[in-house]
């Protein structure tokens, strides 16, 4: 089939990619004439495993393109997803400004029928409002449908999350559109959950927040765990094994951040309290895992008393691992916490260095080359991301690397026993 994606961000280049990669056609639209060029030279603005090898199979194939021109990829092709950002605003809101300016570029060269999917992560009622742009501004008077199509893709595995969906969901109102939609994802060979469109868009909302809701749910366990003496880790695996809860998404530490979740939660809450019906167990899900990087900190404080001028390394930068992306990164908090209070950091992260000078997210920490290099002379030691390379680090040149022996583990990485084996001073989340 011949698709269009209107945004080359992290979930319309992913898309794009993977949609190429089964045999559809794609044309990949971006008003940034640079990152264009760079990815029709087989560059990749992103770090996500696999994606590069994909983009540049099917660039040199020719089934994935590159353009500037809405109205080159709106004229060759039978679908058209929106893939452009839907940042949140002050009071957690989403700024839906782009996708209202898409809707009307796309209005503006619509010629005849075409499927205008929303893909970005929008609030419930968002298809109407871009129907009802699309209309007004299309002087043609063309044919459309508009699709609600969510992506639950996780950074750091995005491709095979793509390429073996759980599910594939498709919120629409017309047979038409929702038959040509089946063929998109045919080769995908997933399950398929046609809903209307309000639903579809309502999915999305709801499963980042109560993936999000698992979180704090541990987080709260933990912080009674902590105070009764019981280990986190073996209350999770005790309820987990029930297959009505599942053990994923049941991991304590120091929260969770990334671009989505305390988006998404924030915006959930925005429109259930804009629909009349606020939704406070959310807030309270907020709460926890504010109050997880807080504990974390007096935890750190109360073993070093005085943080100022303390030698501090910290292993991870990123929200989570197998990312560069350290946008809303809970590591990125603390190792700026410890700074505000005077502390000298050395970080360490394998992918996430980069982007943290570029945006200036961390400035006044020292950065490393290794983790190693990052704790030597080290006064404390704090996991902040969970990296592998991180846990097989050889533990006897880290004991001799650092000034005092101390690791506060803020993702439970670490093998407690084993930690202390070699003579350190270890304290976990949760964990007796
Ligand atoms: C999430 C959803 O999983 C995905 O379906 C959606 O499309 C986008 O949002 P992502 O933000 O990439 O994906 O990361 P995810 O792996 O879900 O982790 C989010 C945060 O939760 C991370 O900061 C992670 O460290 C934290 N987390 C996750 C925990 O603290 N404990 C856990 O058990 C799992």
């Known amino acids: 089939m011949k698709l269009c994606i209107i945004g080359s961000g992290y979930v319309g280049l992913v898309s794009g990619a993977c949609f190429a990669e089964v045999g559809h056609h794609v044309i990949c639209v971006d008003n940034d004439a640079r990152k264009v060029e760079m990815l029709r030279a087989g560059g990749i603005p992103i770090y996500e495993p696999g994606l590069e090898e994909i983009v540049k199979r099917n660039v040199a194939s020719g089934r994935l393109e590159f353009t500037t021109s809405t109205e080159e990829g709106v004229d060759g092709s039978e679908i058209v997803f929106i893939a452009v950002p839907t940042p949140p605003q002050a009071d957690g809101s989403v700024d839906l400004s782009y996708i209202e300016k898409v809707a009307r570029e796309i209005a503006g060269v619509l010629k005849e029928y075409r499927v205008i999917v929303d893909k970005s992560t929008v609030p419930v009622k968002t298809g109407e409002k871009v129907a009802d742009t699309i209309r007004r501004y299309n002087k043609a008077g063309a044919d459309f449908d508009v699709v609600s199509n969510p992506e639950f893709l996780r950074e750091g595995c995005a491709v095979p999350d793509l390429m073996n969906p759980d599910r594939v969901v498709i ?30 868009e309502l999915i999305k909302h709801a499963a980042n927040s109560f993936l999000a809701l698992k979180i704090s749910y541990i987080n709260a366990v933990a912080q009674v765990c902590e105070a009764s003496g019981a280990d986190v880790e073996k209350v999770a695996d005790g309820i987990g094994s029930d297959k009505r809860i599942g053990r994923n998404f049941l991991n304590a530490g120091i929260g969770y951040g990334g671009s989505c979740f305390p988006k998404d939660i924030a915006a959930f809450i925005a429109i259930s309290d804009q629909l009349g019906v606020p939704f406070n167990l959310l807030k309270e899900v907020q709460r926890i895992n504010r109050t997880q990087r807080d504990r974390f900190l007096a935890k750190i404080r109360e073993a070093l008393w005085v943080l100022k001028d303390k030698k501090i390394a910290v292993w991870g930068i990123t929200f989570k691992p197998d990312t560069d992306d350290v946008r809303t990164s809970v590591a ?20 996430g260095m980069e982007k943290a000078v570029e945006f200036k997210l961390i400035d006044g920490a020292k950065l490393a080359s290794s983790p190693l290099e990052a704790a030597q002379g080290a006064e404390a030691l704090i996991v902040a991301t969970e990296w592998k390379e991180f846990d097989s680090v050889d533990l006897a040149e880290l004991k001799a690397a650092m000034h005092t022996p101390l690791i506060f583990d803020g993702r439970n990485l670490l093998d407690p026993e084993r930690v202390r084996g070699f003579g350190f001073t270890y304290l976990s989340v949760g964990r007796s």
């Open 171 to 200: 919120g629409g109102n017309s047979e038409r559109a929702i038959a040509l939609m089946r063929r998109v994802y045919e080769p995908f060979m997933a399950p398929v959950i046609v809903t209307d469109i309000n639903s579809a």
């Open 332 to 351: 990125v908090d603390v190792i700026n916490d410890l700074l505000k209070e005077g502390a000298h950091v050395t970080a360490y992260d394998p992918k």
